[in-house]
Each structure stands twice: as C-alpha cells, then as structure tokens.
C-alpha cells in the first residue's frame, strides 16, 4: 500500500512555496516530487543486499531547480527535444519559437517550459493506495507556440516497485504536444560519480541521423554494426567513444532511438542494469522513441543533492518520446495534438535486483 507525505520544499523568487511530495509503498521504496517543475527529487531502492541509495540525481534547492542547468529530474515541454531552427508550420501558419539551444534551435519548450511551472498538486485515493496527481495550464501563445493546453500527470508507486507516470492533456486549437521526464538515472548512487559501467539493452533497431546540432537529418538508421546497437546489453563506457561520427557530434550518447513496438503500443524499451549493486531498472512505454542521453555536457561546477557536484557521464536520461523535430518530418510519429483530442500516454520505471 502506497502513502503520500508532503512537507514544505522551498520558496521561489516570487514568495510561492514549493512542495515535495514523498510516496512510500509496502517495501519502504521511496520517491519524492516536487510541486515545483514536477521534478522527480529523490527515487530510493534497494540493493541486493537490501541497502538503500537514492539513484536519480537532484537538487536540495531552488536554486538548482530554477536554473534548469540539466533540466535535473523535470518534465519538460510543451515539446520535449530540439525543433530545428525553432520553427514549424501547422496548417496555415507558421511559428517561430524560442532559439534557446546555442542560439540556432528549439529545445525543451523554450525559454521557460514546464520545468519552471508551480504545479497545482493533489493527493488522490486510488482503491488502497494514494497517488499524486499534477496540473498545470500552458496559455495560448506561451513560448510562442499555439492553443491553451491543460496538462496532467499522475504518479503512481506500486508495491511492484514500479513509478508510474501517466501524462494527459488537452487543447482548445490544435497544437505540438510532446511531453517527457528528464531524470538522470545512476543506479549504484547518485553519488557514485559515473554510468559508464552501468549495462545498458535499447529495444530498438533503428536510430535517427542528426547533423552536428543533434538536429535530424530525416534518415533513420539501422543500428547494426554501429556502437549504437543495444539489443543486448553493452556497457555504456564500451563504445562511447569510438570514432563514429554521431558519437563525435553528440560527445557521447544523446540520440533517438526509434522502438520496436511503435506508437501506443505499451511495451519494454530500455534496461539498464549495475553490476556493483545488483540494482535493475526496466523502462517501458507507448511512446514511440526514446532519447539516451549520457550526461555528456555535465562539467562538475554545480553542486547537487547531498552536496555531489555532478561531473561528466554522471547519470543518463531515458526520455520517453516522440522524435526529435517530428513536427517538421511528416512521414514520422506525430507530435500534432488536434483540438479536443486527448494526449494520453505512460511510462513506467520499474526497480528490481538481479542476484549476481
């Protein structure tokens, strides 16, 4: 049986009070969200010996989650990932967004996107146990982009150890919906400094090209024969840094892969797993991609929860998607959310140990 506690966070700049959520289920497995961002704080699980760690990594302060340095744990939108030079078009009109990315693209939602949003918060019973439930409203014209937008999302942890995320929203016109959490998973600890020899398995054969901005080229690419082929599993530090040109443009990992089980289809897409602890997660969604991105662009110089200054390849991110730029490559999954339609997709993060 899942409880939710609450207790006061901290203040933003403008005097509002953010709270942090804590859900506890029958195995004393913890995660913690915050009000503000909808920032997955905190995720403590054990280990094969039954030791506890936090393995997200997070902020103790506003002021870590207000400069959105790494986007730590947040959901982001209203349209996770780059749209290439901030622009697109829908129907007749086209829209120019928020150049938030070196100047040249669109990443995120912009300038101030979800991550920066007070969520209306809520304890709901659902049958035995209490799930949290987040709301917030996306104006017409916010960031640039078209319609009102009411989005929700509920979290629920079970006594399987699973954190679910369940995302919906609606618009008055139509409009890009594309909504995702970015935690920073490091399963040993979010201390423990690096994910380069967490395992890593991708259920996907194919990934999308990009130039050197991370911007898609509109090729989809198998990944056979390529560092980029996790169809079991392969240490993260393995192939990082072969010399391959989408390694080279991304410093690392941060790239679309496209699924196997395609749009709205629920389904495994990642696993990660540390040998150290034993500890296992299992990620699974009706998303149609997911992004890896290995953490490539942390230099060290902020200091996070506990006071860890994450470095390089500290954690990696498995962002439930669409594609990157999909709304300017229609031959792909659509991110278009047409007035009076329902957005309604999850994703799970499921926490195990495997004996040896």
């Not at 709304?327 to 999850?346: C, F």
Request: aromatic share 10%; glycine share 10%; net charge negative.
């Amino acid at each position: 049986m899942t409880t939710i506690t609450s207790r006061p966070f901290f203040q933003t700049d403008t005097g509002a009070q953010a709270v942090l959520y804590t859900m506890k289920n029958a195995h004393d497995v913890e995660v913690e969200i915050s009000s503000f961002g909808g920032a997955i704080v905190a995720i403590r699980v054990p280990d094969r010996n039954g030791k506890f760690a936090d393995v997200v990594l997070g902020y103790d302060d506003y002021e870590g989650y207000r400069s959105k340095k790494y986007f730590l744990g947040a959901m982001v939108g209203r349209c996770c990932n780059r749209i290439g030079n901030g622009r697109f078009t829908l129907g007749e009109k086209t829209y120019q967004l928020a150049l938030n990315d070196n100047g040249k693209h669109h990443l995120h939602g912009g300038d101030l996107g979800l991550e920066s949003k007070l969520w209306d918060c809520e304890i709901v019973k659902q049958g035995m146990d209490e799930v949290l439930r987040l709301r917030t409203v996306l104006a017409d014209g916010e960031e640039h982009y078209p319609a009102r937008l009411e989005i929700e999302l509920t979290c629920a942890l079970t006594d399987e150890n699973q954190l679910i995320l369940h995302y919906t929203a609606m618009s008055d016109a139509d409009t890009i919906c594309n909504l995702t959490n970015h935690s920073y998973f490091n399963i040993e600890g979010h201390d423990s400094e690096t994910i380069l020899h967490h395992q890593l398995k991708l259920y996907a054969d194919r990934f999308t090209e990009t130039d050197s901005d991370l911007i898609p080229t509109g090729r989809v690419l198998p990944v056979e024969d390529t560092p980029m082929d996790f169809r079991e599993f392969h240490e993260i530090g393995e192939r990082i840094d072969e010399d391959y040109e989408p390694l080279h443009y991304g410093g690392g990992y941060d790239h679309n892969w496209v699924l196997n089980t395609g749009n709205r289809q629920m389904g495994i897409c990642a696993e990660l797993y540390a040998p150290v602890s034993g500890r296992h997660l299992t990620c699974y969604t009706d998303k149609p991609c997911i992004q890896i991105y290995t953490g490539n662009g942390m230099d060290g110089t902020q200091a996070g929860k506990d006071g860890c200054y994450y470095g390089r390849r500290s954690g990696i991110a498995l962002e439930t998607q669409f594609s990157p730029d999909a709304i300017n490559h229609p031959e792909w999954d659509s991110p278009v959310l047409k007035a009076g339609q329902v957005y309604d997709y999850t994703t799970i993060f499921k926490f195990d140990i495997k004996p040896y």
